[in-house]
């Protein structure tokens, strides 16, 4: 429910607080006083459209601050946690509008787009009145509200999941058609391609690992002849490694005569000899480790040229052909078994189909149903609203082919307002005042259900007698029963059966400032207002004790 609206600085208001109960509410004042003004306002901070006129004259930004108390379970709570905002507490919605047209919007105090806003404002508040019965004005609404209250909405969702699954199964269908389609269309150079990368058979990285093998042997033939070379210095027919073995054992044998001269030279004689021993064994490990076929170079060059040709050929990188092979394949597969699963896909959207429509049968069957058990929870309530020569229809066309998200169904909500006359689209049909009577009888039918937590009704009563303000009273206090109603009215009938009464006055605030003023009444008060709408201006005790008797009647009909 609406616990409370701020407004600064809109049009005549200039600072306005206020605070709402529960049940019925209603503002009353003269024509002028600024009962459109505190709507509009509201209408902005739920979303509406922002307007520079509407910052009052002087100021630089106007605000309005909308405070709402909902259930925890209330859908509103999720939407919030969807766009990551606070939501486990009061939901404050306010929107700043500047002088120069520009609006900021911001939920729970944190800045949100005016789309948002208008998404939360909407599942919070209703606002009805004769130029703005939204919910008889788009048959989208009508079958949502035929769903709700039949308690349809789950058989809804299940259609839409049914509906999901054909559209799949079709696409499917018709991507595979048009995959064999294309396939045919280039048959013989796919099978070309095909059996050309076949007998190619790349592999992922292949590439690379044939690049750094070329490399590696060109790199090992430039220095395969040094090394070969090399060795055959160390250990041919002119290797100095005999020499000076022999050499070696001869000072050996001869140390012992000369020690002093030949102990080191040996020494270090006989340690070259082994780094010369241990360079030959080196030179024929590098050999060994080199050696390789010119054969495979060659190979290895064809290959890596072979794979680099298909890549220009077929327009993609090396690595992308195995994978390019694969998808022709599966193409020709396609094309080869295409008709079997052609024919397995065509089945499958056959039962997808088959059961979309048994479950939209069902559901439009039981729409019918409650449609006629919302007629008849609607007639029933326009004679006393008197309407008892109209007639409430509930337009319901069937496409079994349309296979829509909720069903095969358009619903749309009709009107006869008179015998004899042609029924139509009811806000066709229907004049202004008419509309709002029948949203009131539709709305009472419905209670609680498909309904925002607050309702909002703007003049509803206008045009009508004692009698049918007596019924609107009586409606709009049953409907304050199971959700928040707040209703702008001249009917002193309706003013009586409200638990909150706000009058609205325009008065001078300074010299050459005129504002608009809102003030809560006390049943003194309340008695005195309702007399002024009974009797005008002067306030006769006739009216006062009118007056008295509509409170009193609204008293002993609340104890009962």
Same mark, same amino acid.
């Given at each position: 429910?609406?616990?409370?609206?701020?407004?600064?600085?809109?049009?005549?208001?200039?600072?306005?607080?206020?605070?709402?109960?529960?049940?019925?509410?209603?503002?009353?004042?003269?024509?002028?006083?600024?009962?459109?003004?505190?709507?509009?306002?509201?209408?902005?901070?739920?979303?509406?459209?922002?307007?520079?006129?509407?910052?009052?004259?002087?100021?630089?930004?106007?605000?309005?601050?909308?405070?709402?108390?909902?259930?925890?379970?209330?859908?509103?709570?999720?939407?919030?946690?969807?766009?990551?905002?606070?939501?486990?507490?009061?939901?404050?919605?306010?929107?700043?509008?500047?002088?120069?047209?520009?609006?900021?919007?911001?939920?729970?105090?944190?800045?949100?787009?005016?789309?948002?806003?208008?998404?939360?404002?909407?599942?919070?508040?209703?606002?009805?009145?004769?130029?703005?019965?939204?919910?008889?004005?788009?048959?989208?609404?009508?079958?949502?509200?035929?769903?709700?209250?039949?308690?349809?909405?789950?058989?809804?969702?299940?259609?839409?999941?049914?509906?999901?699954?054909?559209?799949?199964?079709?696409?499917?269908?018709?991507?595979?058609?048009?995959?064999?389609?294309?396939?045919?269309?280039?048959?013989?150079?796919?099978?070309?391609?095909?059996?050309?990368?076949?007998?190619?058979?790349?592999?992922?990285?292949?590439?690379?690992?044939?690049?750094?093998?070329?490399?590696?042997?060109?790199?090992?033939?430039?220095?395969?002849?040094?090394?070969?070379?090399?060795?055959?210095?160390?250990?041919?027919?002119?290797?100095?490694?005999?020499?000076?073995?022999?050499?070696?054992?001869?000072?050996?044998?001869?140390?012992?005569?000369?020690?002093?001269?030949?102990?080191?030279?040996?020494?270090?004689?006989?340690?070259?000899?082994?780094?010369?021993?241990?360079?030959?064994?080196?030179?024929?490990?590098?050999?060994?480790?080199?050696?390789?076929?010119?054969?495979?170079?060659?190979?290895?060059?064809?290959?890596?040229?072979?794979?680099?040709?298909?890549?220009?050929?077929?327009?993609?990188?090396?690595?992308?052909?195995?994978?390019?092979?694969?998808?022709?394949?599966?193409?020709?597969?396609?094309?080869?078994?295409? #008709?079997?699963?052609?024919?397995? $896909? &065509? +089945? @499958? =959207?056959? /039962?997808?189909?088959? !059961?979309?429509?048994?479950?939209? %049968?069902?559901?439009?069957?039981?729409? #019918?149903?409650?449609?006629?058990? $919302? &007629? +008849? @929870? =609607?007639? /029933?309530?326009?004679? !006393?609203?008197?309407?008892?020569? %109209?007639?409430?229809?509930?337009?319901?066309?069937?496409?079994?082919?349309?296979?829509?998200?909720?069903?095969?169904?358009?619903?749309?909500?009709?009107?006869?307002?008179?015998?004899?006359?042609?029924?139509?689209?009811?806000?066709?049909?229907?004049?202004?005042?008419?509309?709002?009577?029948?949203?009131?009888?539709?709305?009472?039918?419905?209670?609680?259900?498909?309904?925002?937590?607050?309702?909002?009704?703007?003049?509803?009563?206008?045009?009508?007698?004692?009698?049918?303000?007596?019924?609107?009273?009586?409606?709009?206090?049953?409907?304050?029963?199971?959700?928040?109603?707040?209703?702008?009215?001249?009917?002193?009938?309706?003013?009586?059966?409200?638990?909150?009464?706000?009058?609205?006055?325009?008065?001078?605030?300074?010299?050459?400032?005129?504002?608009?003023?809102?003030?809560?009444?006390?049943?003194?008060?309340?008695?005195?207002?309702?007399?002024?709408?009974?009797?005008?201006?002067?306030?006769?005790?006739?009216?006062?004790?009118?007056?008295?008797?509509?409170?009193?009647?609204?008293?002993?009909?609340?104890?009962?």
């Amino acid at each position: 429910m609406l616990v409370s609206l701020s407004i600064r600085d809109i049009v005549l208001i200039d600072r306005l607080d206020l605070q709402f109960a529960e049940g019925m509410s209603v503002l009353t004042g003269e024509t002028g006083a600024g009962k459109s003004i505190l709507l509009d306002s509201l209408s902005l901070a739920l979303g509406g459209r922002g307007d520079a006129g509407l910052v009052r004259h002087g100021e630089k930004q106007a605000q309005v601050t909308a405070v709402f108390d909902v259930p925890m379970a209330h859908p509103v709570r999720e939407l919030l946690r969807e766009n990551d905002l606070e939501s486990d507490s009061d939901i404050i919605l306010r929107r700043v509008q500047a002088a120069d047209g520009r609006t900021r919007a911001f939920l729970n105090d944190a800045p949100v787009s005016a789309g948002l806003m208008r998404q939360v404002g909407s599942s919070l508040v209703e606002v009805h009145g004769q130029h703005d019965d939204r919910a008889l004005v788009e048959p989208e609404s009508h079958r949502q509200i035929l769903d709700s209250f039949g308690g349809l909405e789950a058989l809804c969702a299940k259609t839409g999941t049914a509906a999901r699954a054909v559209k799949t199964a079709e696409k499917t269908l018709k991507d595979h058609v048009a995959r064999i389609e294309e396939a045919r269309r280039e048959a013989d150079y796919l099978r070309a391609s095909a059996d050309e990368l076949a007998t190619l058979n790349p592999h992922e990285g292949e590439e690379e690992a044939l690049a750094i093998r070329r490399q590696d042997m060109m790199q090992v033939e430039k220095i395969a002849g040094d090394l070969r070379d090399a060795y055959d210095t160390l250990d041919g027919q002119t290797s100095p490694i005999p020499e000076l073995s022999s050499l070696l054992r001869r000072l050996e044998r001869k140390v012992d005569q000369a020690p002093n001269y030949l102990t080191s030279v040996v020494e270090n004689l006989g340690s070259a000899l082994d780094q010369l021993e241990e360079a030959r064994g080196g030179l024929e490990q590098a050999l060994r480790e080199t050696d390789f076929d010119r054969g495979e170079l060659e190979a290895t060059e064809e290959r890596l040229f072979a794979l680099r040709a298909a890549s220009r050929k077929f327009s993609v990188p090396v690595d992308e052909l195995p994978r390019l092979r694969e998808a022709m394949e599966t193409d020709l597969a396609d094309l080869d078994a295409g #008709e079997d699963k052609l024919q397995a $896909l &065509e +089945k @499958a =959207v056959v /039962e997808a189909r088959a !059961a979309y429509d048994k479950i939209a %049968a069902d559901l439009s069957k039981k729409r #019918e149903k409650a449609a006629r058990l $919302l &007629e +008849k @929870a =609607v007639h /029933e309530e326009l004679p !006393a609203l008197k309407l008892e020569r %109209a007639r409430f229809i509930i337009n319901q066309d069937s496409d079994p082919e349309a296979r829509g998200l909720e069903g095969i169904d358009t619903i749309e909500f009709w009107a006869q307002t008179n015998p004899g006359t042609r029924p139509g689209p009811m806000f066709k049909v229907a004049s202004g005042g008419e509309l709002s009577r029948f949203l009131l009888a539709l709305k009472v039918s419905l209670a609680d259900k498909g309904s925002a937590p607050t309702l909002v009704f703007d003049e509803i009563d206008t045009g009508v007698g004692g009698a049918v303000a007596e019924a609107i009273g009586v409606r709009l206090a049953r409907l304050a029963s199971t959700v928040q109603v707040l209703t702008v009215t001249h009917a002193p009938q309706v003013a009586a059966r409200a638990n909150g009464h706000f009058l609205i006055q325009k008065g001078e605030v300074a010299k050459d400032t005129i504002a608009t003023r809102v003030n809560e009444l006390g049943d003194a008060e309340r008695r005195e207002e309702i007399a002024r709408m009974l009797s005008g201006s002067s306030i006769t005790e006739e009216a006062r004790a009118a007056a008295d008797r509509l409170m009193a009647m609204n008293v002993s009909e609340t104890l009962v």
